[in-house]
């Protein structure tokens, strides 16, 4: 396996834990130990699981964190859909956006990784 760092979808997943570490900065103060602090753990499990998938033995390892860094990904969508109906942000399409292309993209490589194991 390449570097991980190489990977586009990991660098998106770093690129979309900054963006989110940005928007969570304005949630009300009481929301600091509980959905803001889950929603900074979903978006960094995003990038940490591919990175320690790809560093593991093998291809079969790599594609279980991948799926964990899937769902890590889908617990994140549901978490800003939340906090958008909580008003506390508006509509946050280009975050739900860029989650939906890494959930595309962890499919499009978990997709590729299992032919190659087959």
Do not use: H
Not at 25 to 42: G, H
Request: positive net charge; contains cysteine; hydrophobic residues 40%.
């Amino acid at each position: 396996m390449k570097d991980y760092k190489e990977l586009e979808v990991w660098q998106k997943g770093i690129s979309l834990a900054l963006a989110v570490y940005e928007i969570t900065n304005i949630f009300p103060k009481d929301e600091v130990y509980s959905l803001t602090n889950q929603i900074k753990r979903a978006v960094v499990s995003i990038p940490s699981n591919i990175a320690e998938g790809a560093s593991r033995n093998s291809t079969k390892e790599f594609i279980q964190y991948l799926y964990i860094a899937l769902g890590s990904a889908s617990e994140l969508e549901t978490q800003m859909i939340i906090a958008e109906k909580l008003g506390y942000i508006k509509g946050e399409n280009t975050i739900n956006s860029e989650i939906t292309i890494i959930r595309k993209m962890l499919n499009s490589l978990i997709t590729s990784l299992k032919r190659k194991c087959a």
